[in-house]
T-cell receptor, first 115, second 114 residues
Framework: AQKITQTQPGMFVQEKEAVTLDCTYD???????LFWYKQPSSGEMIFLIY??????QNATEGRYSLNFQKARKSANLVISASQLGDSAMYFC????????????FGQGTRLTINP | NAGVTQTPKFQVLKTGQSMTLQCAQD?????MSWYRQDPGMGLRLIHY???????DQGEVPNGYNVSRSTTEDFPLRLLSAAPSQTSVYFC?????????????FGSGTQLSVL
């Protein structure tokens, strides 16, 4: 079963608009962490934001925020005031449990910001 | 501050050849791992290690070997390369292995097997 699902293969957004990238997850472990990574065309993986399963508030990091809806098992990334440099692949990922040996990734969403 | 260093950045092999992808980290991280990234499939875990002398298989381990003789280094060996191993390989590390620990990634190795 797919543990992380990103249903948007590609998205096109006008510069300065806000954008939401969808992510749903599947786990029976009460302790887990959700991560978003950005992969620009240069190929490196850049950590953006983290949300813990027990966190009461949605995580925020500058222009990035995570819309965490635990009951719906949803962890959408919101980018406010998008910039041309935000064009990249975005991956949602999950790490489960206290002995979390691996980070499980979704298939990614390619975001293109148009001027 | 080097972080996670991978070498080489690019490699072309012929079917049947062997090679080792190098990975080193200078952050004293206990957890290290190797992922492969194929188009449209996200990143998949090959092997991981939770400390020196301890390794285990991930989701796609066949055709790859690893060892962890030091905390800093975690090489990935392809014993007999196959075209199906054409991919981008990432090494990643974290201080611990709890669910709140983010992974730090190397810059990747693009491998082509002809």
């Amino acid at each position: 079963a797919q543990k992380i699902t990103q249903t948007q293969p590609g998205m096109f957004v006008q510069e300065k608009e806000a954008v939401t990238l969808d992510c749903t997850y599947d786990t029976s472990d009460p302790s887990y962490g959700l991560f978003w990574y950005k992969q620009p065309s240069s190929g490196e993986m850049i950590f953006l934001i983290y949300q813990g399963s027990y966190d009461q508030q949605n995580a925020t990091e500058g222009r990035y925020s995570l819309n965490f809806q635990k009951a719906r098992k949803s962890a959408n990334l919101v980018i406010s005031a998008s910039q041309l440099g935000d064009s990249a692949m975005y991956f949602c990922a999950m790490r489960e449990g206290q002995g979390a040996q691996k980070l499980v990734f979704g298939q990614g969403t390619r975001l293109t910001i148009n001027p | 501050n080097a972080g996670v260093t991978q070498t080489p950045k690019f490699q072309v092999l012929k079917t049947g050849q062997s090679m080792t992808l190098q990975c080193a980290q200078d952050m004293n991280h206990e957890y290290m791992s190797w992922y492969r990234q194929d188009p449209g499939m996200g990143l998949r875990l090959i092997h991981y290690s939770v400390g020196a002398g301890i390794t285990d298989q991930g989701e796609v381990p066949n055709g790859y070997n690893v060892s962890r003789s030091t905390t800093e280094d975690f090489p990935l060996r392809l014993l007999s390369a196959a075209p199906s191993q054409t991919s981008v390989y990432f090494c990643a590390s974290s201080y611990g292995q709890v669910s709140s620990e983010k992974l730090f990634f190397g810059s990747g190795t693009q491998l082509s097997v002809l």
